[in-house]
């Protein structure tokens, strides 16, 4: 009967232990979860500031090949045909009318937007426009600052006239080819151009 005793104290036992150390593991576990801060809008921020560098960067090297980089890749300035833009990313939103005019190719469902122009059924000058969604963590997170800060000085710098607006247009040569960042202001980049020098 002694024995019957110690087994019962010991089941009793193992069964307080066992329900304190559940209880014990889901407050810990609830702490856990209470303590897992949410990002504040400075590392927001700083993460689209690293996306819209990744962007910049993106377009370093396809440029000496005369190319942007993502859903256009493979399309050259000065080679590939208006064929070769519809086949690879189909007719464009806006077609342009007359000679030097633009194919638009309008941003959606966070896709870029592009334009293109042609010369002798050849692209002449690409342009980017980013993406609407998410917009920072693309091209609208890209400054002036940033882009002389990673690529160094520009090549050229001059303002344009775009209707009433002035913008600045930093011009970086790679290789045989242009690549123009137009800006509306130092931290408002409009589009990025790429053409033949």
Do not use: C
């Not at 307080?16 to 702490?31: D, E, K, M, P, R």
């Not at 962007?55 to 859903?71: D, E, H, I, M, V």
């Not at 990313?89 to 030097?100: F, M, N, R």
Request: hydrophobic letters at 40%; glycine letters at 8%.
């Amino acid at each position: 009967m002694n024995h019957k005793m110690i087994s019962s104290k010991a089941v009793i036992a193992l069964l307080a232990a066992g329900i304190l150390g559940i209880s014990t593991w889901a407050t810990s576990s609830s702490v856990v979860k209470a303590q897992s801060p949410k990002p504040t809008a400075a590392q927001i921020q700083k993460e689209a500031a690293a996306h819209a560098l990744d962007t910049l960067n993106s377009f370093y090297k396809p440029a000496l090949k005369g190319q942007f980089p993502g859903a256009v890749a493979g399309l050259t300035v000065g080679k590939s045909s208006k064929k070769d833009v519809i086949k690879l990313i189909g007719e464009p939103s806006i077609a342009g009318k007359g000679s030097l005019a633009f194919d638009l190719y309008s941003a959606n469902m966070g896709n870029p937007g592009y334009a293109f122009s042609y010369a002798k059924d050849k692209i002449q000058e690409m342009r980017y426009f980013g993406t609407n969604v998410e917009r920072q963590t693309n091209i609208g997170g890209i400054t002036m600052k940033m882009l002389k800060q990673n690529w160094f000085a520009p090549d050229a710098s001059s303002t344009i006239k775009n209707g009433n607006a002035k913008q600045t247009k930093l011009t970086y040569i790679r290789g045989d080819y242009k690549l123009e960042f137009i800006f509306n202001s130092s931290t408002d980049l409009d589009h990025i151009n790429l053409l033949k020098k």
